[in-house]
Structures are given as structure tokens and as C-alpha cells.
């Protein structure tokens, strides 16, 4: 009732609480079932804005109050309120599978949320991941909060004007518009908490979300005690320069594990989604070392393996780094008298040298040096990945780096259209993205071709009448007259073969690859028989000229006048323009230049809707793709020329287009279907969906890293962190005594079948038992490394600390293949990650 009075003046109006409830809650924006809803209580705010809450502001109090005196409307509205409390209050996928396990709750920190339009705190691909993850985790009931930032201004929005320029603008969020409340204590007083800065205290205002079960947590620095220059800290996304940056991820890190603390909230995983969190590692420890009285070394070890860090970045180039003039201005007095540690300590956790004064603070090292796992987010991004930060395990195979993968998924309800949803619903059944997907592919498989494209036809006119609407829009705001716009209305037909593409416009991305051979494009797009139009759409980085470049060449190339009416470029990408697009477009295409795509998730949006991807062999796609799916462009491989290989794969993807691709869609049956088209759309759909959703992202990332993240947080922070102080001697010891180590040359004989390795090690003071002894050998055929333990013989008589080694091996690989090695071993640690240390055979 209190926000009731502040939003809505006068006398409060009575029966609105149910639909302010529902307004704030975000499930709505991936339930159907309530669009309905909120278009009756008025269709052109809805159409206009999507977002329930601003419906609600704005709506006129005389059709509210009509409206819930209406009984049909009332019954609709309790209809909806009864779906939302049965979501709620059903057990979800992970108290049935994991009724007994030590994880109570993920604390899933992000630098952007792709929730909602009506929340627009997101750029992209980094913010979608965040924000389909939220979802799953609701649907699948995992105990999960986040931690996020308000921005005052957000992303930009982008206008692109007739000559191709772009200009950003930033559109100011209020607060108060947003479905989203202020965070109350038990009081009821504003959830206010300090954070040092620089010299001064910083105020930090707390706001939250509601996404199904799960709450966001959201900061802002706009608070009226701090000063101007701080308040304007959470002013936009990935605004200002480093300075800035640091700001905005100190509030994150620390600002983000202090709202946690202060609100008795004691996740025992903390998931970084990207190294711009990577402060919360520090902060978490500082609050362990304040509730348990422990140092930071310990604090460290015993929360270190409840952390999780998501590297998204395929070049060590996108890393955030600060000088250390910056770490030391802003976090030396919180590293001395918050951590007890020297300046020299802190910057050691984020360089390769502690002592290179030159050498800049690295956020993902410090990710790494405090995470118990670390994952990048595709099969070949965990390859990339485990080859980029090699420099932080030296002397180790590769193969060996500890970084895994989780391959990135899409919350199918929030990007399927109404048609798609009740196709899926048919063959599927309503509760399909709930739980196991075992069973999707059989069910999808027996849906009818003449639902399936049905479901295209309908969603492809509803695309075309989208950008109907769009583009005459946008050539008002361009200053086009009256007949101009009108003719916004004849271009695109909804029975041509619709291709698009949507992607940030960044020279990696390749997103004027088409416009290799612009006369062979033309021709394609102008075939009288078999006609094509392509949607274009993306921002280029305020501060990237180059990319700015590539937009203008797409406007000039839209302005011949034989293309004009195949081919659009709409303005200002964003989440609900993304909707429209991957639900009606029929061939998404995608260019990055291998390994430069992480993951990338846009071609996985069409999935659910029917759409086929022609795709580069890279992110997601590498793994994905298989003939019967789509189609791919380029032979795998990372290129030794890059003009070269853009030709080669232009002239590829212009080839598929003409041979493969336009034949299949307009080669047609007795009954109008395209098989060969529908073919390869039922088994992208029943294949690839479940195996790209977010639902298998959220459980895999549950089972391989949270469950046992917890467990092992627990174990390391029990009895005042007993075996995290434990770990810290060992650590110590083998930094102590590591350099007296020797492994002698090694004796190989053969026995029988098998070969006998026998060495000589000389440990000195070292702990036998704080080391292992490998025969290790490269992996050959697919198969993993060789990594055989040798065991311990007597004691070397007259040495201090020498004993003989020894382990036999089938003769089934060449005797060069191995080498013997020595490395650090503990029974509760992974190793290197903890623990770098590695001595080789001479």
C-alpha cells in the first residue's frame, strides 16, 4: 500500500494491489499468458511501451477503477494471479532432483541484466546470458539471487540518420518508472550501506527486482549526501574511461558482497559473470575475516572454492586492467585497513609480476587467483580460454589449464512468439522448459509439418508487419514527407525468403561479409523467381569509428535504388526489437572471424521459433552445427590471413545462398511446404533448442560447479576455517622449500608387456605428502593426457628427504612420449589453480 500512495495520487484504488503485484514481477515478460492482460487495460501503452508497470502509471484512474469492477476482467486477473501462485509454491526441477545438498542459495553477480525494455540496464550479449539465466533459475527453482547496478542512463540509443551517421543518445532511467522497489530492512527504512572511496565514504542506494523466484539486487550511487562527481558513478553502462570503470566495479564487487552481508544473505557460491565482479572476491573474504576473526590468507582459502568466475572474453586484449597509480589511489586504504594486507599484496593477486610497477592490474587474474572453478562459455571458447591464461600457469601443458566450459543457452519462453509457444505446447506439453528436456526431441518430431510452417508463415507476417510500422517510424524521425513514409508500407512481402542480421557492429563480427561482391548480393536479392530481403540491424560502440564505418556502408549499399525494397536497416537494436526479429526472421546469419565469437547467442533466439542459422564456425555454432541443422561457412580453422579468408568465406556464403539455401526454402511440395526447408527446421527446433536453452545452461552449471562449490565452501569454512588454514601451510611450505626440490634423470626397463619407470626425488624439508610424482605423456586420438601416479619406495639411505619412486606402463606408446614430473599435491585442492608449482624431468 505505501508504494500505492506514492505512485498512484489521490485516494488509492481499490483492487489494484493484485495487478501492481503482477506489474512488478518480471515473469511476465516470458508468460504469454499475460500479454492479453495488460493489452486490455490499454493496447496502445502496451504496444508502445511493453512494460505493465508504466501501463499502470500511466493508464487513465477512471478505466482502472472500470476495469476492476469489471467481472470478466476480474476473473482474467485472478486467473493469472492463480497460474503465478501455483509457479511459485511447485517444488521446481532442483528441490526434486537435489532434495538433499549443501547449496542454499547462488549469488550471481553481473555487470548487465537483459531482463526487460522496461528495465534497461543491458548492452548485450554479456547482459542476455545474464538475464535468460535469471529466468532458468526461476523456472527450475534454483536458489539463486543477483547483484547488479542501477544505471541512470543505461546502454545508448542509437539514431541513425539517411547518410548513414549514427548518434547516441542516453535517455535518463527513472527510478521510479521501473519495475522495481526500493530494498527495506525489517524497519521498513531504505537499505542505505557505505563503501570507501578514494578518501571519502560513498552512500549506496538499494533497489530490487523481481524475476519469478528470484530477487535482483541492484545498486546506484545517486544518492543526495554524496557529492556530484560520485553520484554520476552508476550514471551509464560502460561509460566514461578506466577511472570510471573501476569506480563502477568497486561498487559492483564490494558494494554488491556488503548488500548481501548487510542483509544476512550467506550464499556459499558467488558466480562472476565476467571479471567485472571480480571485487566481490575481496570483499567476501574481508567479511569472513570480520565474522570468524581470520586473516586474509585464510578468509581467502576458505571461501576461495565457493567462487565461480565466467570468462567471456576471447582476447586477452578485453580484459579490464588498471594502472597501478589507480588500484593504489582507490583501493590501497581498503586493501590496509579492510584486508590487512600491503599494496604490494593486493596488486599481486592481478599481475603476473607482483613487483613490475609498469605491469597494470588484471581483473581476470584476480578472478582466477580467488575462484575455486573458472569456465569459459562454449566448447572452443574453454580451448581459447585455457590458451589465454596459460601465463598464469607456466610450464604447464595447456590441455592442463583449469578452466571447463559451459556452453551458453537462451530462455526459450522469453523469445518464442505466441504461435511458436502453442506449437511447442502442443507437441510438448505446457511445462516443457521446467525440467528434464529428455523428452523434447521426440515430442517436438511429432508436431505436423503443416503446423510447423504454419507457425512460419504467421510469425514471418508478423515480422514484416513489424517492420511495416518500425521503418515508417523511422523515416518520420528522419524528416521523410508523407508519401515517403508511406511507402514504408509496400517494402518486404511476407511470403519472400527473409534473412537477417542483428549484431553489435564491430569489425570482428564481420557484418558487411555480404558486402564482399555488392553486384552478387543484388542479384541474389533481386532474383524475379526466387526473391530475397534482408533485415539489417545493430549499434556500433559510441567510441568505435570503425564500426560506425561499416554502418554507413550498409545505408549506402540500402540507397541503390534496385535494392531498396529488399533490404532495411532499422535503428536502435534492443531486446524488444530483438524479439520481433527472431521470431520472424527465416535465416539468421552470423560472421564473426574465428575465435573472436565466445559464444554468441542471437542465432540461438531463432531455435525456438523455427528459424535456420547460416553461421561461421565459431561460438556456439562450432559445436552445433551438423548438415541436417543449418548451414556453415568457413573450414574451422583460425586464419593466417584475414583478407584472405574473408573472400574465401564471402564467396562461400554467397554460394550456399544460391545452391543450397534459396532452392531449399522455394522448392515446394503439392501442399505448398518446402521439405527440404522443413526438414532441417524440425530437427534445429527438436535438436538444438533444448541442447542451446538456458534450462540446460542453469542445470549444468547447478550440478558441475554450485552443488559442489557449496560443498566444498562448507568443508573450507568449517570449524573457523580449519582446513582453509591448513591449505594456507601447505601453500607456504611449498613456497619455502619448492627451490631445494630435485628430480633425478629417470631409469626405464621393460617387463613383460609393460615398461618400469623408477627416479629419484629429493624433497629436502618438503612434506612427501604435499607433492605427487606423474608419468605424464600428451593426449593422442581424442583422448585425454597420460597422468599416472608413480608411488613411493623406501627412504634414500644417507639423504635428507630422497626416495625412490617408481610405476609401470603398458608398451602400447612410443617410450618419448613421457615425461616424468613433479607437482604440488593436496586431498581438497585442484591443482595448478591453487597451486602453480611443476618440476620436469631433465
Known sequence: MELLHQTFQGTPIEGIEPLIDLALDLRWSWNHGLDELWREIDPELWSATRNPWLVLLAVSRTRLKKLLQDESFRRKLEAVREHRRQAEEQPGWFARAHPATALTSVAYFSMEFMLSESLPIYSGGLGNVAGDQLKAASDLGVPLIAVGLLYQMGYFRQVVDREGVQYALYPYNDPWQLPILPVR?????????????????????????????????????NDPENPPMHRGITGGLYGGGPEARLEQEIVLGIGGWRLLHTLNLSPEVCHLNEGHAAFAILERARCFMQDHHQTFPVALAATRPGNLFTTHTPVPAGFDCFTQALMERYLGRYAQAGLGISNRELLALGRMNADDPNEPFNMAYLAVRGSGAINGVSRLHGQVSRRIFQVLFPRWPQAEVPVGFVTNGVHPATWDSAHADRVWSDACGKGRW?????????????APDADLWQMRLSDRKALVDYIHARLARQWADQGADDEAVARAYHIFNPDVLTMGFARRFAAYKRPNLLLHDPKRLVRILTNPQRPVQLVIAGKAHPADLGGQALIKEWIAFIARPEVRSHVVFLNDYDMEMSEHLVQGIDLWINTPRRPWEACGTSGMKILVNGGLNISARDGWWAEAYTPDVGWAIGDGKEPDDDAAQDAAEAEELYTLLEREVIPAFYTRDHNGIPTAWLARMRASMARLAPQFSANRAVREYTEKYYIPGAERYRRFSADQAAVGAQVVAWQKALEQHWPAVRLESVRIEPAGSEWTFETAVYLGDLDPGAVRVELYADAIDDKGPVRQELARDAPLVGTAGGYVYRTRIPMTRALSDYTVRLVPYHPDITVPLVATHILWQR
Not at 523434447?440 to 511429432?446: F, K, P, S
Open 434 to 446: 521446467l525440467g528434464e528436456l529428455d523428452t523434447l526431441e521426440a515430442d517436438l518430431n511429432r
Open 185 to 221: 530492512d525489517a524497519n521498513g527504512e531504505w537499505v542505505r550501506l557505505k563503501i570507501p572511496l578514494l578518501s571519502a565514504t560513498i552512500w549506496l542506494r538499494a533497489w530490487q527486482a523481481q524475476v519469478g523466484r528470484v530477487t535482483l539486487y541492484l545498486l546506484d550511487t
